[in-house]
């Protein structure tokens, strides 16, 4: 496995499938107007327009952030909860299709019965059994938002904080929070920076920096919700999914790690071919019935950052997405929670399994479980990490 704590890489090199795509180049927060091939009617969805994200929340300015390549890939960002409100690529007749779900409005994000669309997760992705753990012979006590357990830092949580935010250039934004010693039960100040960008290969690379002046736990995450028939258009049960791990780490009733590492064959957890999503979430698996579908940690086989870890396809669209990352794991979560609560970009509701998430994480409760790799951060140390999620269509 990996270590949290990484070098940048000089280069990355992504092998994937050839991407042809119609577009244009300029960078702004103005209004763009696409077409979603799997819309039921002519008219061309648009992004949310930049004045519905200006907003003072808790004393700080939200704005709306656009990043195109030179092939025209767009992507919506909001410094609200660090978001990706918006992500356009070409489908397979090359029309613009936005496969991130989201809000019209920076308060849609603040209202929804959803936190996390979008959102950069931390200052710790995934659970936190029973809300504790200790560190150098000291227990911290985070705040429980998921039954018995902390769940994605519990309370405040990065998706509800305003960044600082620099846009780079027009395929670039950073963005920068300090999270205060305490802040959410954490020790440390934690200073934290994660980068958006747009590469012209059509992917968005995603990376991760931290540091701390208190020893202290970190597994930073994005936790968009896609659907690449595009946003609205039903169901994700049909998109085709392949996960290169050979292993994943079950969970108990309320969804922590049991600490054991299992292998994927032979069960419904197996995506070492590509499958449909529904194909097995059905099953009489007693996993599958706790998390109401998949809702898992998969444990990766060896990989670098030019290795595709995982591929998904729109049925649909025959849009493709190849994931990359440094990190060791990755959460895939079948939208078993979405319950028709949230009006999104489209005016569709967020009706059960109508997205999925990958989530590229070190694993769940690590801090509790010393088997797990290890995500202690030391003062004087960097903890670097970058995750890609590269666009193409399927031959």
Not at 10 to 38: E, R, Y
Not at 174 to 203: Q, R
Not at 321 to 333: H, K
Request: aromatic share 10%.
């Amino acid at each position: 496995m990996q270590s949290s704590f990484k070098k940048p890489s000089l280069a990355i090199a992504i092998a994937c499938g050839v991407f042809f795509a119609a577009c244009n180049q300029s960078a702004n927060k103005s209004t763009t107007t696409m077409t979603d091939s799997t819309a039921s009617n002519t008219t061309a969805p648009k992004l949310p327009p930049a004045s519905a994200f200006e907003k003072t929340i808790d004393g700080k300015q939200t704005h709306l952030y656009v990043l195109k390549n030179k092939h025209g890939m767009e992507a919506a960002v909001t410094n609200y909860g660090g978001r990706i409100v918006s992500l356009l690529v070409p489908d397979k007749n090359g029309k613009l299709t936005d496969v991130v779900l989201g809000f019209e409005s920076v308060e849609g994000f603040e209202n929804s019965k959803e936190p996390y669309y979008g959102a950069t997760i931390g200052r710790f992705g995934n659970r936190i059994a029973k809300g504790k753990f200790k560190l150098e012979g000291k227990e911290y006590s985070l705040f429980k938002n998921n039954g018995p357990n902390t769940l994605h830092a519990g309370k405040p949580g990065f998706q509800a904080v305003v960044w600082d935010a620099k846009q780079v250039d027009s395929a670039t934004l950073e963005l920068s929070y300090v999270s205060k010693d305490m802040e959410g039960g954490f020790p440390g100040n934690l200073k934290v920076k994660v980068t958006y960008t747009i590469t012209d290969d059509n992917a968005m690379k995603v990376s991760y920096e931290a540091t701390t002046d208190k020893t202290t736990v970190v597994n930073l995450t994005n936790h968009a919700f896609f659907n690449l028939n595009g946003e609205g258009s039903g169901t994700i049960l049909d998109h085709l999914v392949q996960i290169h791990a050979d292993n994943y780490t079950p969970v108990d009733s309320t969804l922590i790690p049991t600490g054991k590492i299992e292998a994927v064959a032979g069960t419904p957890f197996d995506f070492s071919k590509p499958t449909t999503i529904g194909a097995r979430i059905n099953t009489d698996n007693q996993q599958l019935k706790d998390g109401k579908g998949y809702d898992h940690n998969f444990v990766l086989n060896k990989h670098d950052i030019s290795t595709s870890v995982a591929t998904v396809i729109g049925d649909k669209s025959g849009i493709k997405m190849d994931v990359y990352t440094e990190e060791p794991a990755l959460q895939f979560y079948s939208g078993n929670f979405m319950q028709s609560q949230n009006v999104m970009k489209g005016g569709k509701k967020d009706e059960f399994r109508t997205s999925f998430a990958m989530e590229t994480q070190h694993y769940p409760d690590s801090p509790n479980q010393m088997s797990f790799p290890t995500t202690v951060l030391n003062p004087g140390q960097t903890y670097r990490t970058q995750s890609i999620y590269k666009f193409s269509v399927a031959k």
